[in-house]
C-alpha cells in the first residue's frame, strides 16, 4: 500500500525543521529531493568504480562502462524508446533542446518556414526556437491555448500550414500544470512534413511516459525533477533523424577518425556525447528510475492526483485567491500556482518560509506566459509523491494565516 510517509524515511533531507518548523518541500517542479539510494550508487561509484569510460581496458574502466551503459538500457526501457542509440545524456533538458534547435533545426529549417511553440514554455523551449528563426530568417508562431491551457487543437489547425518544420511545445506545463494531448499535436506537424520536440521535464517524474505511443521526434527530460541527481539529462530522438542531425560538440569519445584537416563521428549514440560524461549522473539517474519503478509510476500519479483531489476544494474557498490552469485536478500535474489579493508572491513565499514551507515565487521562467496571464510574476507550490495530505493540510493552514497576516496585520 502506497505510504508517503513511510517513502519520506527514504529521504534524508526532509528530516529538518526550516525557522523552528517541520520542513515541508513543495518546490519539485523546479527539482526534487534525492532519495538515499540515489545518493548511495553515486558514492558507490565514486569510492569503488571511478574511472572515465569506454576507452580504458583496466579493471575500474570497464565497471564505470559497464554501469554507465546499464544506465542508459534503464532509460531506454523507463521511455519504451526502441534502441539505446535513441538515447543521448545531456547536462538536461535544457541541453538536450538546445542540441536540437542547432544540431537538427539548422539542417531542416529555411528562410520563411515557421516554428510554432506555446504561450506556456519554458524559456528553454523558447529561447533555442527564437535564435533559430533569427539564423534562419524563419517565423516563429505562438499557438493559442484554451481556458484549460492546452493548445486549442481547431485554432492549431489552422495556423499549422504547409511552412510548418517544428512543433515544440512541453508535455506538462511548470506553471499550469497542465498536460497536452502530444500524438494529436505530432499528427498535425507530421501531416505537413515538419517535427515535434517535446520537453518532457514535468511529466517524466510524475506519469508513465512512451515516447513511441507518444510518436514525438524528440524527447527531452532532466534527472534532477525525477529524484536523480543535478547536471544529467536526457534526449530522446528517433534513430533516422539523430543519424541526420549533426552534433554540436566536438572533442573526444564523438569521434571516429581525426585527419589533419577533417575528422568522422563515431556512431551513435556515443556521437553526440563529447567529452568525458556525467558518469555518477547517469549512474545516479539509473538508481532514480529503478526507485520510481519500484513505488511504481501509476501510483505516483495516482497519488498525486488525491492530493489535488483533496487540496483544490480548500483553495476554492479561500477568497481573493487566484489560481491558474484547469479547474479539473484531474486534467493537471501536481502544480498549483496562485495569487493572493494585495500580496506579491515573493511576500508569499517569505512568509511561507516562515512557516517551513518552501515554495516558488517569480516568473518561473516562463515571461510570455506571465504576460499572458496579464500578471507579473506568480507563487508555485509543486507536490510530489513523497508529500502527503498533512502536507496538503498544513499548505492550506499556513495559506489562511498569511492572508490573515498581510490583511489585518496579526497571525
Request: proline share 4%; hydrophobic share 40%; with cysteine.
Amino acid at each position: 500500500m502506497f505510504d508517503s510517509l513511510k517513502i519520506k524515511e527514504d529521504f534524508p533531507i526532509l528530516k529538518q525543521t526550516v525557522n523552528d518548523e517541520p520542513l515541508i518541500y513543495l518546490d519539485n517542479a523546479a527539482t526534487t529531493q534525492k532519495p538515499k539510494q540515489v545518493l548511495q550508487a553515486v558514492q558507490d561509484y565514486y569510492f569503488h568504480d571511478n574511472a572515465n569510460v569506454h576507452r580504458g581496458v583496466h579493471t575500474l574502466a570497464e565497471r564505470a562502462t559497464r554501469s554507465y551503459e546499464e544506465s542508459r538500457e534503464t532509460v531506454r526501457a523507463f521511455i519504451n524508446a526502441s534502441s539505446t542509440k535513441e538515447v543521448l545524456f545531456t547536462r538536461g533538458t535544457t541541453t538536450a533542446l538546445n542540441w536540437v534547435a542547432k544540431g537538427f533545426g539548422d539542417l531542416v529549417v529555411e528562410e520563411g518556414d515557421e516554428i510554432y511553440i506555446t504561450p506556456m514554455e519554458h524559456h528553454s523551449n523558447i529561447v533555442p526556437w527564437q535564435q533559430l528563426a533569427f539564423r534562419k530568417r524563419a517565423t516563429l508562431k505562438y499557438l493559442p491555448l484554451t481556458e484549460d491551457a492546452v493548445v486549442d487543437m481547431e485554432k492549431a489547425k489552422e495556423i499549422i500550414s504547409e511552412k510548418g518544420k517544428i512543433l515544440a511545445l512541453c508535455h506538462a506545463s511548470n506553471v499550469m500544470g497542465s498536460i497536452h494531448s502530444i500524438p494529436r499535436l505530432a499528427e498535425l506537424i507530421h501531416q505537413v512534413g515538419g517535427y515535434i520536440v517535446v520537453d518532457g521535464a514535468q511529466s517524466v517524474p510524475h506519469t508513465k511516459v512512451d515516447v513511441q505511443a507518444l510518436n514525438a521526434d524528440f524527447f527531452a527530460f532532466s534527472g534532477h525533477k525525477m529524484c536523480g541527481p543535478t547536471g544529467i539529462g536526457v534526449l530522446y530522438g528517433k534513430q533516422a533523424l539523430l543519424e541526420r542531425m549533426e552534433p554540436v560538440e566536438y572533442g573526444g569519445e564523438m569521434i571516429d577518425f581525426v585527419y589533419d584537416e577533417t575528422s568522422t563521428w563515431t556512431e551513435l549514440p556515443w556521437k553526440f556525447e563529447a567529452g568525458t560524461p556525467n558518469i555518477a549522473g547517469a549512474i545516479g539517474l539509473k538508481a532514480a528510475i529503478e526507485y520510481l519503478q519500484a513505488i511504481g509510476m501509476d501510483e505516483i500519479e495516482r497519488h498525486e492526483q488525491k492530493l489535488m483531489a483533496h487540496l483544490m476544494p480548500q483553495l476554492s474557498d479561500i477568497e481573493g485567491l487566484s489560481i491558474y490552469g484547469p479547474t479539473d485536478h484531474t486534467k493537471r500535474t501536481g502544480i498549483v500556482t496562485f495569487n493572493l489579493d494585495g500580496v506579491h508572491p515573493h511576500d508569499l513565499a517569505t512568509a511561507f518560509d516562515m512557516e517551513g514551507i518552501a515554495i516558488r515565487a517569480g516568473h518561473h521562467c516562463a515571461q510570455p506566459l506571465m504576460r499572458y496571464l496579464d500578471t507579473p510574476a506568480t507563487a508555485r507550490a509543486s507536490f510530489y509523491f513523497y508529500n502527503s495530505k498533512e502536507d496538503v493540510d498544513q499548505f492550506v493552514v499556513s495559506l489562511k494565516k498569511i492572508k490573515e497576516f498581510f490583511n489585518n496585520g496579526f497571525i
